[in-house]
C-alpha cells in the first residue's frame, strides 16, 4: 500500500521525467486540451493507492501550498 502517484491532465509536453528532481516555480509540463476542455490547462491530481486524495495537505506539508 502507500503508493503515491501523481497524474497530470490535459498537457500537451511534459518536461521532465518519472523520478526526476524538481523545485518550487520548476515547469513541469505544458499546458494543453483535449476534446473534454474548451481552453487549454493543466489539472494536477494525487493518488494514494487506488483512490483520489486532497492534494492540499501534501502540497503544504512539502512547502507548496
Known amino acids: 500500500g502507500n503508493r503515491i502517484e501523481n497524474i497530470y491532465y490535459h498537457r500537451s ?3 521532465c521525467h518519472p523520478s ?6 520548476e515547469a513541469i509540463a ?3 486540451d483535449t476534446i473534454l476542455v ?3 490547462q493543466l489539472h494536477f491530481a494525487i493518488k ?7 492534494p ?3 502540497l503544504k506539508a512539502i512547502g507548496c501550498y
Open 13 to 15: 509536453k511534459f518536461l
Open 56 to 58: 492540499r495537505p501534501v
Open 20 to 25: 526526476d528532481l524538481v523545485f518550487t516555480g
Open 48 to 54: 494514494e493507492d487506488v483512490r483520489f486524495i486532497d
Open 38 to 40: 474548451t481552453v487549454p
Open 30 to 32: 505544458v499546458s494543453g
